[in-house]
């Protein structure tokens, strides 16, 4: 088995129905992975822009760009840029915007890269493969900002405890110097359903990678590029990605007042809504559950563009 054939496309039916693919529509997908999503919308007929951070993702992707020739591009970048990178290859607008958040079954899998505390590996997580490694981070911080990270991006209370340990075992270089770390810090029950460690390496991954940064922007940029009537489909894993999606979809479709970051705050009027009201929040069925249990955090969202002006562009023109 290909490392690729390992990771199974999430809520795969539920992303496909939500972006109402039409012959020749055009889709970003904003994170290739293993190509699970952007080879089900080529065969739904669509044309393809497909981005990934991770050049191994990418690489695996040559192949399907090999089977739909012309129909599949692949860009090497960060989804947060997806506008500029088409407008520069002139595409100027989308029909649908699909973003899987998170790491792919190949990033956890491979102990070399770092990302599982159940993998010993070389303590990296960068989906890039550059700037700052979670050995770097963990070496070089101040406790109180190890602490913070691991409070905020993880929404672990016993943060400080964990800040403490790791700097008292520095250095640390393996996946499993630093489980153990944290394991010890904050008592292991074996057999507990949940490691200990697992809230610290979320929040080292997210911070390493600017995560929920990235999230934002790409939000804004999907806001930018769709035309009117295009679909935004998000998939996330946890609730701080969930709740920024949340949050947008109830901001830009008029739900949350008329306050805008946007717009003046001596601004009567608040901005038009730039998406209808999102749909309800889809969560996997239990056959998918039964076959997948990665699939076990995933929420899917999703809205339509409306023709209203991106709220930026909106502040301008007020
Ligand atoms: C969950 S996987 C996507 C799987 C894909 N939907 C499939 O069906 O195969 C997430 C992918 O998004 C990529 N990724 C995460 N954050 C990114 C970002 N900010 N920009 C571009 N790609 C990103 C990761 O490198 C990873 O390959």
Redesign the pocket.
């Known amino acids: 088995m290909t490392a690729r054939a390992d990771?199974i496309?999430v809520l795969l039916d539920e992303v496909i129905r939500s972006l109402a693919i039409t012959p020749g529509a055009e889709i970003v997908d904003?994170?290739?992975?293993?190509?699970?999503?952007s080879e089900a919308m080529l065969r739904s007929g669509a044309r393809v822009y497909a981005?990934?951070?991770?050049p191994d993702?990418l690489l695996e992707g040559a192949d399907l760009a090999g089977r739909y020739e012309g129909a599949l591009r692949l860009y090497a970048?960060?989804?947060?840029i997806m506008d500029r990178a088409l407008t520069e290859d002139g595409v100027n607008a989308v029909d649908g915007v699909v973003l899987?958040?998170?790491?792919?079954s190949m990033?956890l899998d491979r102990a070399e890269r770092g990302f599982s505390f159940q993998k010993d590996g070389p303590l990296d997580m960068r989906?890039s493969r550059d700037g700052e490694s979670a050995a770097d981070f963990v070496n070089t911080a101040d406790e109180a900002d190890i602490a913070n990270i691991i409070y905020r991006y993880g929404e672990e209370h016993r943060s400080r405890r964990i800040a403490r340990a790791i700097v008292a075992a520095r250095p640390l270089s393996t996946t499993a110097e630093l489980a153990a770390t944290v394991r010890k810090a904050v008592g292991h029950k074996p057999g507990a359903p949940k490691d200990p460690a697992t809230r610290t390496f979320q929040a080292i991954r997210i911070h390493i990678?600017s995560?929920l940064d990235?999230l934002t922007q790409?939000l804004d940029a999907a806001e930018r590029l769709l035309r009117p009537g295009g679909r935004l489909v998000v998939v996330t894993f946890h609730s701080l990605e969930d709740r920024i999606v949340k949050q947008f979809f109830r901001e830009r479709s008029g739900g949350a007042g008329n306050v805008s970051r946007h717009m003046p705050l001596t601004q009567t009027k608040g901005p038009e809504p730039t998406f209808a009201k999102a749909e309800k929040a889809v969560r996997p069925t239990k056959a998918e559950l039964d076959r997948n249990p990665r699939a076990r955090s995933a929420t899917l969202r999703a809205a339509t563009r409306t023709s209203a002006l991106p709220w930026a562009q909106q502040e301008i023109a007020a």
Do not use: L
Request: aromatic share 14%; hydrophobic share 35%.
């Open positions: 990771h496309p904003g994170t290739f992975g293993a190509g699970g999503y981005f990934d951070r991770d993702a970048a960060c989804f947060s899987d958040i998170g790491v792919s990033q989906m990678n995560e990235e790409a």
